[in-house]
């Protein structure tokens, strides 16, 4: 069983920065790979980062691609979504999730159904 909580979301203006971080518990954290999906109203959820177990490969959609960054911190259960150049378009709630599943730990899958385990989610508004 794995829980995640996810911190850092808030209000803020186009251009801004913010950094949401997603607390995991779980003694086998650092061998899953980790993703970051965010969902906005009237919208199907989206895929917006993973990285894989060591933080050696990344994946991110074009629409975040330069902007976003997704870290881990496997010493500390610790998953990070660094958010740069913000836009309006980037306002959603954020969720961190975990595959969990070792057949697929080198891949980084952007649909959301590979994913077992997730958080309840940080909001993010960014005003124009």
């Known amino acids: 069983q794995v829980q995640l909580v996810e911190s850092g979301g808030g209000l803020v203006q186009a251009g801004d920065s913010l950094r949401l971080s997603c607390a995991a518990s779980?003694?086998?954290?650092?061998?899953?790979?980790m993703g970051w999906f965010r969902q906005a109203p009237g919208k199907e959820r989206e895929f917006v980062a993973a990285?894989?177990?060591?933080?050696?490969?990344?994946n991110y959609p074009d629409s975040v691609k330069g902007r976003f960054t997704i870290s881990r911190d496997n010493a500390k259960n610790m998953v990070y979504l660094q958010m740069n150049s913000l836009k309006p378009e980037d306002t959603a709630i954020y969720y961190c999730?975990?595959?969990?599943?070792?057949?697929?730990?080198?891949?980084?899958?952007?649909?959301?159904?590979?994913?077992?385990?997730w958080g309840q989610g940080t909001q993010v508004t960014v005003s124009s």
């Open positions: 999730a975990v595959d969990s599943d070792p057949s697929r730990s080198a891949s980084l899958r952007t649909v959301g159904s590979f994913y077992d385990y």
């Open positions: 779980g003694r086998t954290f650092g061998s899953y790979v």
């Open positions: 990285i894989n177990w060591s933080g050696s490969k990344t």
